[in-house]
Structures are given as C-alpha cells and as structure tokens.
C-alpha cells in the first residue's frame, strides 16, 4: 500500500467485537416495540488518551442518525443502549475519537495535585476552547500572541449563544496570566468538561465498519398464546364436515381460554390422486376426507378454500369475528402438492421429474408418499416459482391473516425464506412468520436468522430439570437469544410425545405450564392437548387415529383440571409483563434434582416459578432465592403470593422450603411481594 | 430487492462460522512452515440432501488453488486442514454444493435394502453418469431413448481416458434392464462413489464470502531463545566503554548457553540535552553515558550507530560473526528522540509544540522526561513520518539485521505498524518484529493481530499455578492461539518482579523453566537474570544502578546452577519438538495447590513437566496422567525419564507420585518413554 493512498493514518481507535452482531452484521437482531437493546464494544486506541464514544441508531425511516454517549465497562469494554420505539427496521453503529480536552484535563488533575504550575497548559487549554467556540457557533478571536485580554467585547456577535459566550469567557480566563487560580478551579471543573463533550474535537473519528440491524415486528412476536385446531373437526355433529362458522362458534370457548392466535392446518382444496386413508393407510375409503397436507385439486390450490370448510368471505368472516375476541387466525403454509394441484399441470418444471418423464413424488426412502410432490426449488425456472409463492402469501394477507406458520421450512432453500419473508413484510409489516422445523440445530437457527419470528424448537423433548435448563440456557444466554424467539408445544398435530403417551394427568400439567412460564411463546394442538389425548399409533410419537387422517368429532363442552390451568395461567400471562418476556429466565439453585426454580423478572413484577418435573413423587427442596439482587435484606421477611392458588408465604433469607405433590398441584407462580 | 437481479437462489448451502477466522477475515491467522491449519466451518442447507465440501488453499505467489475435501465432524460442523509449505501469506476458503449423485446412491442402499426393486432410479443414475463423463473428459453417448445398449463403441473417441471409459460403460449397464443385478450392485459399490466425487456435479456451488489469511513467518517465528545485553557493559575492563568486539567475545559463552538470539537495546548516538544519570537522575554528572533510549546526536539519530560501540561495519560484522554461532543480532526500535535527534530540527513538525512553540517533552503525569520528545503521529506530515520510519527499518536490514524488537509499541497507532510491518516485509520477508507491550489486554492482542510475530505477556506477573494455568488456557485455548505468539521473560531490563527481590535461588530457578518449559519463545535478559542481579530500586520493580543508566562491570565467567539450568534446558529445547511449540500445552490435574504438571506432545516426542512452584517448600502429590491418550493401558508400566538428572521412573496408571524439594531441584522434565 502506498502510504499516501491511506486517508485514515491519524485516526487511532479500533472499535471490534461489537455486540449484538450476528455474522458480520449480515442478519439482524429481533426485537419488538420498547425493546431496550443493549451494545456493546471493544474500544480503544494507542497510548492512554482519553477516548469519546458514541452509540448511533436511526429507525431506517429517519433521516438523521441519532447518538448516545458510551461508557466504559471494564478493559476497553464499552456499553451504551437505545429503545426502539417503533415497527421496522433500526440501524446502529459506533463512532469513536481520540479525546484530547478529556485527556488534557485528567493531566491537569494530576499536575495540580503534584503543586506544579501549569500555565503553559492553561494557553494549550484555551486552544481546545477555541475549537469548541466555533462548534458552538461562536466566532474565534484574532490570535493575539496568546493575550485575548481587552479584545473580547470588540469580535463578540450579538446572537452569539450563551454557550458560545461562557466558552469564550473561559478562553479568555485561561489566557490572563493575573487570574492564574481562578483559571486553574475552571479547568479542573465540570464546566469545562461539559462543553468538552458538548462540542467535540471529532477529529480522525473511526467509524466502525459495518451498520447493524435490528427487525423490530409487532408485540405479538414477542407474546403470544397459540390454539392449534383442525377446523373439518369443529362440528358438533357426528359425520358433518366442520366448516368456519363452526370454528367461529368455539372462539368464545378458545378465548375464554386466553388464547390470542388461532392457527390452523392448511384450508385448500385437498387432492384425491393417492389420498391417504385413516390412520395414514395408503387405502382410501370412499368417502374419506383426506389429508390437509395433500394440497390442490380442480378446485385449486394453495390460494384457494376447501370448499367444505366454507367461502373465502366466510374465512374472511371467521377472521373478523376473531378479532373481536382479541384472537387472531394464522394459515399454514406447506409448499408441496397433490398430484391433483393446478401446478402440476400449468407448472410441471417447478417439479422434479423422474427418467421417464413422469413428476417424481415425495420420499424418504424407502417411505414413499405417492400422495405428495415435492416442489423442485432446484428449477431453472426458480425466479417464477418464488414470484408464484409470494403471489400466495399475498392472497392470503388480502384476506386479513397476519400470521403464517411455515410446515417444514427447512427443506426449502434459506435463500427463499429470507426473500420471500422480506418481501411480503414491503408490503405488510405485521406479517409474522413461524418456522415449524424440528431438524438439526444449525438449520433451526439458520431460519431464525433469516427472518422467521418465531421457531419450534425441542422442548417437546426436552423433560428433565437439567435438560431443561441445558435447553433454556442455551436459548437465553447464548447468540441465539437475539434472533431467535421460542415457541413452545407441549404436543402437535404431528408429534405425541412418548412423555404424554401414558396419559397421566400430572404430565400434562407439568408440560403445559413449564411450556407457558419458561417462555413467552407456547401453544397448545386442541383440544386433543386439553382433553388429554394420548394413545399413541404403535409404536411412535404420533397420535391413533389423528386428525390429520380424519375428521375427529371432540366433546367440545368437557372442562378438566388442564382446562382449569390453563385458563388461570393464560389469565396470569396477560396480567404479569414478567411473562411476556422470554430472555429474563434466571434459575435458582434447588437441591433437588427435579424441582425446578426459575425468576422471571420485568420492573416491578417479579415471579418465582418452582415446578416439580417429576409427575410420579411428592419432592421437596430448598430453594436458593438472590435476595441480595431482589433489595431483600438477609433477616427480612418478604411474601411470596401463589397466584395459581392464592396461597401467601412468608420468607425469609435465601433459602427457603418447597414441598410439591404432583397428584395435588404439582407448582408454585409466586409474585414475589415486599 | 427484484428476484431476477439475484443470480443464486438456487445455491442452498450456507457456510458459516469457519475457524480460524479473526475479525471477520480482517486479519490473518499465524504459522510457520509445515504447520498444519486446521480449518472448520457450519456447512448445511436445507433438506436432507448430501453435501460436498472443499477447502481450497493457496499461497499468495500460486496462480491456482489447491483443494482438500471437508469431512463432516457432527452436527453440521466440516472439517479438514492443509499444510503450509513455504514462508509468506497464504489464503483460504471454502465451497459447497448438494451432492446429488451421493444422495442417490444413499437412497439406493436403503430402497435396496428395503427390497423395492430400482429400474426407473438406475436410469436416474446413468444421467449423473453422463454428466460425470463429460467432466471426464468422455463425449457423452447419444441419446437413445433411455438406451445406450450396441452404440456404445461407435462414440467412443480413441483418445478417451480410463475413467471415462469406465464411467461409460457403467451408464451402459445401468441403462441395461438385462443386467439389472450387476447394475444394482455397482450402484451400490465404491466405485461409483469414488468417480462421483472425483468428478463431482459442483452445482449452484456456494463459496464463502472472505479469504481468510495465514501469514507464514520462518520457523523462528514459533521458537526462539532470546538473550538480552547492553554492548555497552561488554567490556571486561572497568571504565572501558564496551564495543561491538567485546560483544562478539562474549558469544561463545551466549551461544553455548544455548541462545539463538541476541538482543541489543538501542546502538544509536545518544542525545546529551537534559541526559540523565545514574540511577534515572534529572542530574547528569560529567562523563556519565546517557539511557540508550534517548535517542539521537548530532553524530545521527535511529539510522546511525553510536560511537563508543563501533561502526556500522563493525555492527555488520557482529551480525556475521553471531550467524557462525547459530545467532541472530535483534535491534530495539523505539520511536522517540533525544531533543538532539536530527528530526527535532529538519521535521519539527513530526513533534507536538506546546502553546509557546517548543516541542513537547514526553510526560507521563505528573513525572516529566524532559531528555525525551516523543513523536506526534497525529502530525498533518504523517505520511513522510510513516515513510523515514520504514526507511528507518528498511537500513537496518540493509546491515543485515532481521529481528526488530519494538519498544512501546501500544504508544504508536496500530494502523502504522500494520503498514510498516508489511511494507518491510515486502522487502524482507524474513522480518520478525517483537512487541515490547505491558499494557491493557486488548492492546496487546491488536499489536499481535496487526503484524507482530512475537509478543510480550503478563507472564512475569504471574507466580502461582493458578494464575499460571488460567493464563496458558487464555493463550493458546482462546483465539489468542492463531495469532499471539507469546514471548516470555522472568526480568526485563525494565523490569525487576517483586518475586525475584529476595534473590532466592530456588525461585530463578523455577522462573526461568516455567519460562522455557510454558511455551516456545522465551528470553533472559542477562547476564543480570542468570547471575541473580535483584537489589530494587526502593520500592519499584526495577534495578537498582540499572545499566538502562549507567555502564556496568559484569563477572561474564561466573557460572551458577542457573546457568548449568539454563544451559542444559536451552539444550533439551532444542532436541525436543515438543517444547517448540506453545499451543501444544495440555495440563494434567494434580492434588496439590503449588505442583503444576503439563503435557507438551509432538508426534512421538512426549514430554511431561512437573513443576513445584512454591520456592520455599517440598511438595508432593499424585499426577494424573491421561494414559487413555498416551495409548498406554491402565494395568501397562511405562518408563519416564527425567531429562535433568537421567533419573529413570517406573510409573504404572493415572496416579503416580511426585515430590519437589526447591532447595535440591524443583522440577522434573519426564520424556515419556513406552
């Protein structure tokens, strides 16, 4: 490098390590309006000058950057935060320069204190107040010798700013050798330092080289109760086909619940060409309804409604009358058709053919799904394929859906999700997306990364207090805790895990509430979850005789001992902001290896949630309450309120008994109560 | 963002996280040659689809790249590493695509194995085969309808190679519904594996978005012996100014120590303006000589070479002389001056003025080094600054000299000597710089990631086992491995650590191997260290009547158990690979506070050190040794044989004990031997 093609030689800080940054500031953090979001750097520079850093952030929107003052941490670490205040996308980055006034100043502190006369520094001093008069709009004097004396008055503007007139004053005292003490107090006081940093040098800034984002999406990405329900199921009468009207006469029943997202399998025209039979048999009965999945016949595909289930008006209807109940409906969108859908013949290149010419079914070998065509992502003709998807999506935010759970997104390129997801947000920035991928790790948090809202993750497996917390620490404590937000199922339509098979009541308490307290996102498949479903097609985690196969007429008016949870801890989600929050997890200590204790904190609402994961034994323990962090003195009594039974504690000190039976109430949510 | 304008949406691989990657690829990682870079990364895309992965490596001067295929390590983390061959910068990255005809051909085991018979998934596979005869350099067959059968001579040109010969006729017979046994068994078979990845599809290949950069420094880079001496105290006379002659009397004793590297501070002209004397003195008595640090005379500045010690081709001539011993001489660069350096009057704008028009003396308050002007690289002039700097070094190597030892480097802006340490290299590749930083960690790491082969350490400062293994994990379990060489010192001229005041020879003794035992760069500054010079200055960790001020007279014949220690370890380093290496330091738990034990394996060269770091008392505990590693059997005696004394132990399983008396020898040096 020739040296002279270098502009940047004078400027001395690095800034690294910036936090968050994901990849190379490639992707972008989440967050949701109010959001504080935190950053962090390395900051330095040669030598030990005093450094000035600032935070800078601007709503892509603005115009204008905005900046906030850093502060040092420790050892070159330092921090500041913004709020992002509103939808859409934020952008911040760092500046930082070489502070000369603030170094000068800190050298004078110590020269004064060692008894040395410092006038020589005090005329350097009057030099930096010189530059900050201009900044200031003031109008530097006519260098004088160093003397300013007399002069003053003679170039002072009339609209001079009261800044520019008392850093003028200060210049001028630090050049009049006669009021030598009085110069000194000055340039050890705040008021110098004040408007140092009020009008900085900002000489050789060194600007940090990437502009970070931030996706900030509606509340609801950040709390939300989900209701799964097959809506060919939603009839109260043996034999008849559910329809939306049906569906919007349960809403009462679902909010009165305390969900707020109404989710339902694919509502398209099902193909009949290899439909699967009950219990997935490769012989269809006549007469069987077939799967949701197997999408598209004459009658359309993924932007049309199975005509059963009603009208687009009356989807649209459904939507609206949801809303009124504060629910909202969310599509599921599963790219792959039936031989029947109109793709297949208006777009056979967007399929993979086999040698014979023929289009080439789904399959997981040696498994064939005859009924399924994979769509070829592959295809030359990829660019109409996306545009034909996004059509899609865009259908369907016509009708009013806000929310889109993705089936199998991971095997579907990243690319695509990334654009797609970008795209329909242009048009519709409440657009939330959930990645239903339960696939290696790397590839779940790939589709966080590229855009998804919010994920399904392993919870559904994950039973014991350690995994658990294994699991939660992993999600709150590392990388992913800034892009990607959890959803938590206890069950699906697809998944009945071995842990519930044996359909002991105690279980499902315990996996509903931990889904609905360890996180601020959970659902529930309904009302086979409520209604404790449980067998299992032999051996494996999926349902005998699943809906997903059939049509399923449910007791909708049964009430139980879930409901009644579920109800009350909804209610309590809604009522307590510590609960709407996933990342302020903090688990106490217990010495039990199966009770679990964890604080969920938000300002003032402070909750200790203690569960005994064991579903089969009584346990007790002492749990291991950080007073100290709570402003609880060691030999103060505090409560703790039981907001699920109304029960009050007194407690005292750190450690502090629990005992829970799992055939009574197999959990505390205590609000913690000074 | 308009899907057509994106030409890669049908590349589904993502390639993430590769190791080792500093910054973002802003900075190389470091090696020597015939090292082996070791390089991971996330590979995945979506879907369950194979993948192949390259590693492509070049050095800088290489038209072409070289390619190592990745191996999968588990869950979506590849593998695979190359050697660097030869000295200077070489550069890596990595490419993926979907492999198809390996997901073919694992498809094909499990339809096989399923017994679901493969006709229309053979022809499927003769299409891979064509494709892979083409990259074969075959012409592919015509196409006949699905059936090769009879034409197969007729295309075949003369000149086609054996794999394409072979490839063809196994797309014949996969084509061949008549030989449909030996079809499937070749579909199955490594063959076609092998002319799959031979010859692979490369398809929407993706390929990471940084080269990252190995800078490859000669072997002395990763391992050196360092012996710092004035030349001034070379002398055996008192009174006599020492001279470069003296120096080169004295390297038969220095290189039969078995140093490799002779440091010199500072050989220039020094300044006399405000000189001080013995002891750091402001008061100068008649003849006393100056501090070597204050640089420049009217007899020259950085690029001549101070009178008393001899002329440059007397300076020249040491060089060559120590080169017969197996030495190298290193200079000391630190970029100040002497108020009579030759730049305070041609380029006083390279030095700070204060508000009267004087040049700044350096300060560090409220202390005042008035003989000291240091350079003002936020100078307007900064280019021709950084220009007679390079100059500067570029003369130095014109003598001959190939190692820098730069003083303070953490007071000059990184920028500089990111420029400076490459443009030389250019140059003179050879070029190893030292940075001489006691300063904030973050600082310290910058130097190293900017250019520096080597660099100082805490190491000084860190006495008990505790700090000791903590600080080892930071160097080399941390990114710090890929590109700080550490550089340790027991005593610097600078330096006298409070741990080594009390002069108790048991604790040299230990200082000095941990020194030379820890990691595979180290250095003495002598003949103060190895003769136990240890009186402080009151008060401070420094020497006092240090030679940094005066001359002083040493005893160069005086040999002590020190310097039998050093003599003998010095020797062990080199005939042991082992101990030429930092990074391969593993440590092994032992039940006692003070005895440090650690593995330093290299091939079959196997070392275990133990040391009792309590200088003051016998210790005794239990090693355990990872035997499971070692491949040696938990009921299987081994010998290890202590390098020091000759001893030879009987040890059999994990636990054996140890006892170190400081007084009798407070370290074993085991070779492990089977």
Known sequence: MNVSENLTGQSRVVIERVSPELDGGLYPIKAVPGDVIAVEADIFADGHDYLTAVLLFKHIDDANWTETAMAPIVNDRWGASFVVEKQGKYLYTLESWVDHPGSWQHEVHLKVAD??????????????????????GGVAEQKKGGKGKGAKTKSEPISESADAKAIREMAALFRDESRYNEAVSVAESDQFTFYASRYPERQHVTRYSHELGVEVDRARAGFSNWYCLFPRSASRVEGRHGTFKDVE????????????????????????????????????????????YGIGSPEGGHDAIHPELGTVEEFKHLIAIAANYGMEVAMDLAIQCSPDHPWAKEHPEWFKKRPDGTIQYAENPPKKYQDIYPVYFETDDWQNLWEELKRVLIVWASWGVRIVRVDNPHTKPFGFWEWVIAEVKKEFPDMLFLAEAFTRPKVMQELGKRGFAQSYTYYT????????EQYMMELTQTEMKYYYRPNFWPTTHDINPYSLQGGHEPQFLIR?????????????????FELMEHIPFPNKEEYLNSEKYEIRLWDWDRTNKLTYLITLVNRIRHENAALQITNNIQFCPVNDDAIMAYLKIKDANRLLIVVNTDAYSRRAGVVQVPIWQLGIGPEQYYQVHDLLTGAYYNWQGEHNYVELDPYSLPMHLFRIEV
């Open 115 to 136: 008894g040395q006369r410092i006038t020589s520094e005090l005329l350097a001093g009057a030099q930096y107040l010189d530059g900050m008069l201009v900044r200031a």
């Open 249 to 292: 006469a349960l809403l009462p029943r679902i909010s009165g619940m305390g969900f707020d997202v109404l989710y339902l399998p694919p509502i398209h025209p099902i193909g009949t060409a290899h439909r699967k039979g009950k219990n997935n048999s490769v012989i269809c009965q006549p007469g069987e309804p077939g799967v949701p």
């Open 461 to 468: 497996w994950r039973n014991t207090k350690y995994e658990l």
């Open 512 to 528: 509903y509430f931990l889904a609905a307290t360890l996180v601020s996102n959970y659902g529930i498949y309904g009302p086979s």
